[in-house]
Structure formats: structure tokens, C-alpha cells
């Protein structure tokens, strides 16, 4: 297929996510993404990465497309100790994936508390600028590897190449990973976790016993409070809560309520 120029991918883009219903930032984030999982499977298939795991938001979206909220950033987890784990993932994206490349700006910023480190990433179609994102970089999950199709609508029409399937962390341990971010002493802002908890177990996409197990191990590991956590909904996280099940055609719209069935599903795990 003959490169199209920039200017060309720009508009086939405005065109395909108006003809499809598409928030033109949330198309363009997901050409990102997906640029920089095609680089990333290039560094497996190399030698260059053993593997990846793709958590987060970004992990939930390329499931379940629209059906999870959208996201800005993009979680990476690494199996390689601390120290090398930047310099591998830079090795890995400097391999460039079709037509775009990938360069770091600025300086890393170390988030201790998560050991992971957050990156600008730039990236470029062919000689333009395409997007610059965030991401955190961090340690592989402990759980198996989920290999994904993406759900994702509009690359078909845009004449991009999908890489498929891409990894995921597990389903459960990511819930797992949720409910203890947004349950514990650095919970400010985690208020999204909530519902996508919530979101992913409407879906019946998983396994309560799975999840238990993996929920013990993760709060063992970090040890900053006990599972199963207390259920508390902080009174500024009521308006963004109603605000996104709104968004994302949750069965409630209320906090309350939603703060009660998030209640409801530790305790289910709590009895698993």
C-alpha cells in the first residue's frame, strides 16, 4: 500500500470519525496506542522485549471499545528490573512501527509510591508530528499475559495496520490492581477505578475467586491496608462517579447507589 501523506491522515481521520460516531481526539489516542503496541510486539518478535503488558485504562478500552471510559495515558509493565526497565523500553521503541516513530521528551518523572516512571512519548507519522502521550512505565503484572484483539472501530477505514492481538494484563488482576488503588491511603483521583470495576464485573467478564486470590497478593505485596478494604465513596468523588456512568451507560447514575453495589462486589469477593 503507497504511504499516504500526513495531511491525507488527518483528514481520513476527521472523515472516519464522523462517519462512525467518533470523538476525533479519543480515534486519534487510539492510532497512538496502538502505534506503540505495534512497536512493542516489533521489540518481542526482535529480542529486544521478552514481553509487555499493556494496564490501565488503555487495556479496558482496546477490550471493550467505547463500553470503557476513555483515557489520556497509557500503563506498561515490563518484566525487567527497575534499573533497566527504561532503557529497554527505549531500545524497544526505537525501532519505529510502520510509518511512525517514537521519541522521549523531557525528563522521566519516578512515581515511587506506584515504582513506576512517567515518560512524554512523542510520535510521528512518517515527517509530521502525530501526538505526544503519557507513559507510565512500570513492573510486569504478576498474573498470565491476556492476548487481546482489539475492539477498537475506524483503523479498517484509515488503511492502518492493527497489531493483533496485543497483551494485556489479566482481567483479574487488574481488578485486583483497581480495587486496591482506589481503596488505599494514595485513592485521591481514583475515582474512575471505581466504575471500571464496576463496568468490567456488569460485563461478566470475571472470575470471583480469581480475582480474590489475586486481590490478597496484591495487597500482601504493597501492605499499605488490609483486604478486603473498607468501602468509603469520598464526598468529591460523588459528581465525577455520576458524571461517567452517565457518559459510559452505567444501569445508575446515582452515587449512592453506585457506591452500594461497589460495596456489594467486595464483600462478593470477600466470600469467594
Given at each position: 500500500?503507497?504511504?499516504?501523506?500526513?495531511?491525507?491522515?488527518?483528514?481520513?481521520?476527521?472523515?472516519?470519525?464522523?462517519?462512525?460516531?467518533?470523538?476525533?481526539?479519543?480515534?486519534?489516542?487510539?492510532?497512538?496506542?496502538?502505534?506503540?503496541?505495534?512497536?512493542?510486539?516489533?521489540?518481542?518478535?526482535?529480542?529486544?522485549?521478552?514481553?509487555?503488558?499493556?494496564?490501565?485504562?488503555?487495556?479496558?478500552?482496546?477490550?471493550?471499545?467505547?463500553?470503557?471510559?476513555?483515557?489520556?495515558?497509557?500503563?506498561?509493565?515490563?518484566?525487567?528490573?527497575?534499573?533497566?526497565?527504561?532503557?529497554?523500553?527505549?531500545?524497544?521503541?526505537?525501532?519505529?512501527?510502520?510509518?511512525?516513530?517514537?521519541?522521549?521528551?523531557?525528563?522521566?518523572?519516578?512515581?515511587?509510591?506506584?515504582?513506576?516512571?512517567?515518560?512524554?512519548?512523542?510520535?510521528?507519522?512518517?515527517?509530521?508530528?502525530?501526538?505526544?502521550?503519557?507513559?507510565?512505565?512500570?513492573?510486569?503484572?504478576?498474573?498470565?499475559?491476556?492476548?487481546?484483539?482489539?475492539?477498537?472501530?475506524?483503523?479498517?477505514?484509515?488503511?492502518?495496520?492493527?497489531?493483533?492481538?496485543?497483551?494485556?494484563?489479566?482481567?483479574?488482576?487488574?481488578?485486583?490492581?483497581?480495587?486496591?488503588?482506589?481503596?488505599?491511603?494514595?485513592?485521591?483521583?481514583?475515582?474512575?477505578?471505581?466504575?471500571?470495576?464496576?463496568?468490567?464485573?456488569?460485563?461478566?467478564?470475571?472470575?470471583?475467586?480469581?480475582?480474590?486470590?489475586?486481590?490478597?497478593?496484591?495487597?500482601?505485596?504493597?501492605?499499605?491496608?488490609?483486604?478486603?478494604?473498607?468501602?468509603?465513596?469520598?464526598?468529591?468523588?460523588?459528581?465525577?462517579?455520576?458524571?461517567?456512568a452517565k457518559e459510559l451507560g452505567y444501569p445508575t447514575t446515582s452515587a449512592t447507589e453506585i457506591e452500594a453495589r461497589f460495596r456489594a462486589f467486595v464483600d462478593l469477593l470477600a466470600k469467594a
Open positions: 500500500m503507497k504511504p499516504r501523506p500526513v495531511e491525507r491522515l488527518e483528514k481520513t481521520l476527521a472523515r472516519v470519525a464522523k462517519e462512525q460516531g467518533l470523538a476525533q481526539e479519543r480515534l486519534r489516542r487510539w492510532v497512538s496506542f496502538l502505534a506503540l503496541c505495534g512497536v512493542l510486539e516489533r521489540a518481542v518478535n526482535e529480542g529486544i522485549l521478552d514481553s509487555y503488558d499493556l494496564k490501565g485504562g488503555v487495556a479496558l478500552e482496546l477490550r471493550f471499545a467505547e463500553g470503557a471510559r476513555a483515557t489520556k495515558d497509557i500503563d506498561i509493565g515490563v518484566p525487567v528490573e527497575r534499573g533497566k526497565r527504561l532503557r529497554v523500553f527505549q531500545d524497544a521503541v526505537s525501532l519505529g512501527f510502520d510509518d511512525f516513530t517514537f521519541l522521549l521528551k523531557g525528563r522521566p518523572l519516578n512515581m515511587d509510591k506506584v515504582d513506576a516512571v512517567r515518560l512524554e512519548l512523542a510520535i510521528r507519522y512518517r515527517t509530521r508530528a502525530w501526538q505526544t502521550i503519557d507513559v507510565d512505565l512500570g513492573p510486569s503484572g504478576r498474573g498470565a499475559v491476556e492476548l487481546v484483539v482489539p475492539t477498537i472501530r475506524g483503523f479498517d477505514a484509515m488503511g492502518l495496520r492493527v497489531p493483533s492481538p496485543v497483551r494485556c494484563l489479566n482481567l483479574n488482576e487488574q481488578v485486583a490492581q483497581k480495587l486496591h488503588a482506589c481503596t488505599g491511603p494514595y485513592s485521591a483521583g481514583r475515582a474512575r477505578d471505581v466504575l471500571d470495576i464496576l463496568l468490567i464485573e456488569l460485563l461478566g467478564k470475571l472470575d470471583v475467586k480469581a480475582v480474590r486470590a489475586a486481590a490478597e497478593q496484591v495487597f500482601a505485596e504493597r501492605a499499605t491496608h488490609d483486604f478486603p478494604p473498607t468501602i468509603r465513596i469520598a464526598a468529591d468523588w460523588q459528581p465525577e462517579l455520576e458524571v461517567l
